[in-house]
């Protein structure tokens, strides 16, 4: 059987393993590197092959024969561009166990890369509005995570995230439907189409949310401007911001950042992609590091962006010259920017600084 990597005593005995070989390579010192996933769609990680065998499950068509055909339309201007095939796809998601193999496969595949907590983003709204109930999403990937749990150790939180391109009244009614599975879910999120959908439209959402002991967390500055990360901060009540890389525009808004040591879930694949950024040289997540912003890094929708958080890491690293010192903060940050609880967030600290000592030590 395969060590549970979410387990500390058996990173432990990893990391007694690795000590003293400096020429453990970078892959293998970020895999090992005990981290959290803070930004993850999961239906961005439907695979071109599952996506093709629920299509056939279904009797759904796809404008796609086959997996060459699939990934070839992976080639996006801009984030629009890229929801408007996300959304088509997740038509063949339409029962309990499609959710739960969808989940399975990506929680596999981040234990694989050192993944020891993942929070879970879905849009509820893209599944209910196909008549798809509530509760066959959540219950599948409810079941998922408990499995994860049991084999690997692994620890998670849900996120159900509102559209912001449909209605602040459509996001209360899903609202209602979050609060029928309060027990499985930690917090809202928004997502979807950025620009010209500001977090001012979903005040009275988050507010609701908030008084009913969700957190929250919302997208702000990925495509829209910086002014839309104060307003997710301010209005929203937010307790993190995913992408944010858009505050680098507004060197007032970096400080604040810095000082309040806000967790941006920076997603450089996915930037690049989207054309946030032309090349991931240009991508600004060092510099955001440097300034002391609580960077952290994540893979967005990996099965459209070309990888998983370990692809994310070693991108950067590369692109960017990381140090593995950076690194471990990196791994700290995600563990810190975690909604965790304090005890579980001390224990992986450790673990993680244990690592870093290695470093010194080898
Ligand atoms: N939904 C899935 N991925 C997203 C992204 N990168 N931005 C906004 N909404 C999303
Ligand atoms: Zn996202």
């Known amino acids: 059987m395969r060590p549970a990597l979410?387990?500390?005593?058996?990173?432990?005995k990893l990391r007694f393993m690795s000590r003293g070989n400096p020429l453990e390579s970078t892959q293998e010192f970020i895999r090992?590197?005990?981290?959290?996933?803070?930004?993850?769609?999961?239906?961005?990680?439907?695979?071109?092959?599952?996506?093709?065998?629920?299509?056939?499950?279904?009797?759904?068509?796809?404008?796609?024969?086959?997996?060459?055909?699939?990934?070839?339309?992976?080639?996006?201007?801009?984030?629009q561009e890229f929801l408007d095939i996300y959304y088509a796809l997740a038509e063949?998601?339409?029962?309990?166990?499609?959710?739960?193999?969808?989940?399975?496969?990506?929680?596999?595949?981040?234990?694989?890369?050192?993944?020891?907590?993942?929070?879970?983003?879905?849009?509820p709204q893209t599944h209910t509005a196909r008549a798809i109930p509530f509760g066959a999403v959540v219950e599948g990937l409810n079941r998922a995570?408990?499995?994860?749990?049991?084999?690997?150790?692994?620890?998670?939180?849900?996120?159900?995230?509102?559209?912001?391109?449909?209605?602040?009244?459509?996001?209360?009614?899903?609202?209602?439907?979050?609060?029928?599975?309060?027990?499985?879910?930690?917090?809202?999120?928004?997502?979807?189409?950025?620009?010209?959908?500001?977090?001012?439209?979903?005040?009275?959402?988050?507010?609701?949310?908030?008084?009913?002991?969700?957190?929250?967390?919302?997208?702000?500055?990925?495509?829209?401007?910086?002014?839309?990360?104060?307003?997710?901060?301010?209005?929203?009540?937010?307790?993190?911001?995913?992408?944010?890389?858009?505050?680098?525009?507004?060197?007032?808004?970096?400080?604040?950042l810095a000082k309040e040591q806000v967790t941006l879930t920076v997603c450089p694949l996915s930037n690049v992609k989207l054309r946030v950024f032309d090349r991931i040289e240009h991508h600004n997540l060092k510099r955001l590091l440097e300034a002391g912003l609580r960077v952290?890094?994540?893979?967005?929708?990996?099965?459209?962006?070309?990888?998983?958080?370990l692809e994310n890491y070693l991108a950067v690293q590369r692109a960017l010259g990381l140090t593995r010192a950076q690194l471990v903060i990196l791994a700290r940050n995600s563990i810190e920017g975690s909604f965790l609880d304090d005890d579980t967030k001390r224990r992986w600290m450790a673990e993680i600084d244990a690592r870093a000592q290695d470093l010194t030590a080898s």
Do not use: W
């Open 145 to 256: 995570f408990t499995e994860a749990q049991r084999r690997f150790g692994m620890t998670h939180r849900l996120i159900a995230c509102f559209l912001r391109h449909l209605s602040a009244a459509d996001a209360m009614r899903t609202l209602d439907e979050v609060l029928e599975y309060r027990s499985l879910i930690a917090a809202v999120g928004l997502d979807s189409s950025e620009v010209g959908h500001p977090p001012s439209k979903f005040i009275s959402v988050f507010d609701r949310a908030r008084q009913e002991g969700l957190l929250a967390v919302a997208h702000a500055g990925e495509e829209g401007p910086p002014v839309y990360i104060s307003e997710a901060l301010d209005l929203l009540g937010v307790r993190r911001i995913d992408h944010g890389v858009r505050c680098a525009e507004d060197p007032a808004l970096m400080e604040r």
């Open 296 to 309: 952290t890094v994540n893979s967005d929708d990996p099965a459209y962006f070309g990888g998983y958080i």
């Open 92 to 123: 063949v998601l339409r029962d309990e166990d499609d959710f739960y193999q969808l989940a399975l496969g990506y929680l596999q595949r981040a234990h694989d890369q050192g993944v020891v907590h993942t929070e879970v983003f879905f849009d």
């Open 6 to 12: 979410g387990d500390c005593r058996i990173y432990g």
């Open 32 to 79: 090992r590197l005990p981290k959290a996933e803070l930004h993850l769609h999961i239906e961005g990680t439907l695979e071109p092959e599952l996506a093709l065998h629920l299509a056939h499950k279904h009797g759904v068509a796809l404008p796609y024969g086959s997996i060459a055909e699939l990934r070839a339309a992976y080639d996006f201007g801009d984030l």
